[in-house]
């Protein structure tokens, strides 16, 4: 088993940051700067074309830590951040660009590449999960959440339905195929954001890979807007989310 290798830490408004690398695959950790023992761990996956420390994924990361005392951990996904792309990388990106050019749908180019990095991915958070669990602030008997949209989702998905640590989930903004077969295997509580006027996901087919969890305890977060539109105040529910279902009480600011 890969240990967790720190590369890099830094400090600043209550949030300690930690690059480490897994097993070569570049990560980062945000913990509080000093807490009661051990936390609660949340997994959090980026969107595409993004990376572990994009603005989404350190403010997401924030009011996790800030708010609640939660570990919150990222890896950059195959072929993005620190890690360099494959020849299978560049031409399936290389499609998307080429069918966002020319007016023509680019989700089955983005549903066929995502499941093609969640296959690649998958492994390593779990290899990842394993490395972050021997930490003494972590360990192996507390909680573990995953969050992630769009591509978060493409590879969560999968994660969480083969991974039994993970025992709450937040997803959104992903089409059904080919993730509805395994969104039947979990039944952990999710939360899931869909935006009613995106222009890629018909809500039909969000509304399907909703219906497809088996969770007892699932709900939908419908918002009007476009893909890209997703309410800020979204966040802030996932952390109330985590929160319920993780064991920890959110903080307010006095």
């Not at 700067?33 to 074309?49: E, I, K």
């Not at 990842?128 to 573990?144: F, H, K, N, R, S």
């Not at 996901?201 to 305890?217: C, M, N, Q, V």
Request: glycine share 12%; hydrophobic share 40%; aromatic share 8%.
């Amino acid at each position: 088993m890969h240990s967790v290798q720190f590369t890099a830490e830094t400090s600043s408004d209550g949030l300690r940051e930690r690059d480490f690398t897994v097993g070569g695959v570049p990560g980062v950790l945000w913990s509080p700067v000093s807490g009661p023992g051990r936390a609660p761990l949340v997994l959090m996956g980026h969107g595409g074309g993004t990376h572990k420390k994009a603005p989404a994924m350190a403010g997401r990361a924030q009011l996790l830590v800030t708010g609640c005392g939660f570990h919150v951990a990222t890896i950059d996904a195959p072929g993005h951040g620190g890690r360099p792309r494959t020849a299978h990388d560049e031409r399936e990106i290389a499609a998307m660009q080429q069918a966002m050019a020319t007016g023509e749908p680019v989700g089955p180019i983005v549903v066929r590449y995502n499941a093609h990095l969640a296959e690649r991915a998958v492994p390593e958070w779990q290899a990842t999960l394993d490395a972050l669990q021997e930490l003494p602030e972590i360990g192996t008997e507390g909680p573990v959440g995953y969050f992630g949209l769009n591509m978060g989702t493409a590879i969560g998905v999968p994660l969480t339905a083969i991974e039994p640590r993970i025992t709450a989930a937040v997803f959104g903004l992903f089409w059904p195929d080919p993730l509805a077969e395994t969104a039947r295997r979990i039944t952990v509580p999710i939360e899931y954001a869909l935006q009613w006027d995106d222009e890629h996901i018909p809500r039909e087919s969000g509304l399907a890979l909703f219906d497809a969890f088996a969770s007892k305890e699932k709900t939908l977060h419908a918002n009007a807007g476009a893909h890209k539109e997703l309410p800020r105040f979204e966040a802030d529910s996932a952390v109330r989310f985590f929160a319920r279902h993780l064991g920890r009480a959110v903080m307010t600011p006095a």
